[in-house]
């Protein structure tokens, strides 16, 4: 995981410069992308982390899984076959699916599970996106091993907004757990209760020095010094928001969500699980007689228990062998980050703010300026009464369960894209999902004394292209807490957050119109409220849930039902013959 793309080579160089003269003399071929295939193999893999060897669902063997490249206007062709006896699906994060909603990957969403001794090919075009992103299993609680980076490269001939690097490279978090995660959603489902918490967090795969019998497995960083170097992070961790420093460097922010943004400098950031962010890292100018670790660890807002723990990788700086010896360097002085405290909402806040689209000529920032459909939904937990004659192990004797709007989602056993494509909805989902709270109350104050949801499968149905605007709002019921809310197939603006309740009347004149972030994560604030907008120009269903994945196992995700427009290229593709059957 922490080779490069060398853009710096003379090989690279000599191929660049003929791509370059070939391409001013065939022009139209800067615009066509090309096909490039892939291959999965989902099989069992033995992996030993912290003196713990498991089997575990891997892709191709690896963990994480195989780095996707490719550039804007490619098409992919991801064959995917299932060698375990799991069920699975694979998700493109952040990948629009224009038309290809059959491609998106999440299970009984857009299609039913890959099963065991069957294959599908996810076939998609990158349209108009450049960036990291990354893929992961949308089933159960699978993605904690099955996962990998999905880096979009501009399109060949256009430069970045921002220094061409010396080196990328993709540094992404993870999870470990020592028992079999499957096991441990199972048994927080069956008890009603919270799951046990990771044994430790991981840089590409590894959890590095700070843990037992780890000390080998550390993420290694080699660079050169008076260097420009591109970090590709990816949270792909499943329970926490993290953040991330590296000792004695400031790291300038360029990129969220694969999209580009005003740069802006800063010691630690805040990456949230389904979020990417690309920062520059310029090394020192001269060899610094020491060696640096990288390291993250959670932010946390919730009640609940958490794993407070702390990853490090290795930055280490090439020496030349005239100036240093291999046992000296092993002697050099190890500086470590000072994160922030694990709760500190206020730089959580201030970082956040500071993302702003770069809103250029060349990079729009296409804000919808009028709104046709406004939204407002509460976001957070709840409960559900115990089954009878069972013991359970949430508040009170009840069970834990999330909701969005007291909807808590149950997911159906046909694909919901199938039910709507084929006019089969009757007995599958409902087009009624509420629009706004049943029962309004102090969402932000002491919680009501009925902490009950309501279950049920309902979709919003939005007529193609129509505007939206959408309020989240964090509650205190079971304490407050931020929430990664992702929304499939669509990137949207945050145009405003606060803490408290929303307030119509006055918060929406505070609203950024002009340059607000764009993407296709955003974190609910703890005790507060998020404003986004999007246009809904993609007919399909839209999975819509917290990346937090105990709070989607307990029900917080809902789905958007995108109609056809009238124009050919504004209605959803017939599924491929091949689209698993449940």
């Not at 430069?159 to 490279?169: H, S």
């Not at 400031?250 to 800063?266: G, I, Q, R, W």
């Not at 000072?338 to 804000?367: E, G, H, M």
């Not at 990346?547 to 290229?569: A, C, F, Q, R, Y």
Request: hydrophobic residues 40%; positive net charge.
């Amino acid at each position: 995981m922490g080779v490069s793309l060398d853009l710096s080579s003379p090989a690279f160089s000599g191929v660049f410069l003929f791509t370059l003269m070939t391409f001013c003399l065939i022009p139209e071929l800067t615009i066509a992308g090309i096909t490039r295939h892939y291959k999965f193999d989902v099989k069992l893999q033995n992996v030993t982390r912290l003196c713990h060897t498991k089997s575990m669902v891997t892709i191709n063997g690896q963990f994480p899984g195989p780095r996707i490249v490719a550039r804007e206007g490619d098409q992919l062709l991801i064959k995917v076959v299932n060698h375990v006896q799991n069920n699975i699906t694979i998700h493109w994060h952040g990948i629009r699916q224009l038309q290809t909603g059959w491609a998106d990957g999440p299970a009984y969403v857009t299609q039913c599970p890959i099963q065991n001794g069957h294959s599908y090919v996810y076939n998609f075009t990158i349209v108009g996106q450049r960036g990291t992103l990354f893929w992961h299993a949308h089933i159960s609680w699978l993605r904690s091993t099955v996962y990998g980076p999905l880096i979009i490269l501009p399109k060949r001939g256009v430069p970045y907004p921002f220094a061409q690097p010396y080196k990328e490279v993709p540094i992404i978090f993870g999870e470990w757990w020592n028992a079999d995660p499957e096991a441990v959603i199972n048994q927080a489902m069956q008890t009603g209760g919270g799951p046990n918490v990771s044994d430790a967090y991981t840089i590409n795969g590894l959890p590095g020095p700070l843990y037992n019998c780890s000390a080998r497995d550390a993420f290694k960083l080699k660079v050169k010094p008076g260097k420009t170097y591109l970090l590709r992070l990816i949270n792909a961790a499943l329970n926490d928001e993290l953040f991330f420093s590296i000792a004695n460097h400031t790291l300038t922010v360029v990129e969220a969500d694969a999209v580009y943004v005003k740069p802006f400098e800063t010691d630690t950031l805040l990456i949230a699980p389904g979020q990417t962010t690309n920062v520059l890292l310029k090394t020192k100018p001269h060899f610094p007689n020491a060696t640096f670790f990288m390291t993250a660890r959670p932010y946390v807002t919730g009640l609940g228990t958490f794993d407070n723990s702390t990853v490090a990788g290795i930055l280490q700086y090439e020496f030349s062998s005239k100036t240093l010896s291999t046992p000296s360097i092993k002697k050099l002085p190890l500086f470590k980050p000072i994160l922030p405290p694990l709760n500190d909402t206020s730089f959580a806040t201030n970082f956040t703010n500071k993302l702003r689209s770069l809103a250029s000529d060349r990079f729009p920032a296409n804000v919808p300026q009028k709104v046709d459909k406004r939204f407002f939904f509460t976001i957070g937990l709840g409960t559900t009464p115990c089954q009878q004659n069972q013991t359970c192990q949430g508040p009170n004797g009840t069970r834990f369960a999330a909701s969005v709007n007291n909807v808590s989602f149950a997911l159906p056993t046909t694909a919901l894209l199938q039910a709507h494509f084929f006019g089969q909805s009757n007995g599958v989902y409902r087009p009624d999902f509420p629009s706004s709270p049943i029962f309004p109350f102090n969402y932000t104050g002491n919680p009501p004394n009925n902490t009950m949801v309501s279950n049920g499968t309902k979709l919003v149905v939005l007529p193609f292209n129509t505007s939206v605007e959408l309020i989240m709002q964090d509650t205190s019921i079971l304490g407050a807490e931020s929430h990664p809310l992702h929304l499939h197939g669509f990137n949207f603006f945050v145009v405003g957050q606060g803490f408290g309740n929303f307030d119509l009347n006055k918060d929406p004149a505070n609203f950024n119109l002009v340059d607000p972030v764009e993407r296709n994560t955003v974190g609910v604030p703890s005790g507060g409220w998020v404003a986004i907008r999007f246009q809904a120009d993609n007919p399909g269903v839209w999975f819509m849930h917290c990346h937090l994945e105990i709070h989607t196992s307990w029900g917080l995700k809902m789905g958007w039902l995108v109609l056809d427009g009238k124009l050919p290229n504004q209605k959803l593709l017939p599924p491929p013959a091949d689209l698993p059957k449940c």
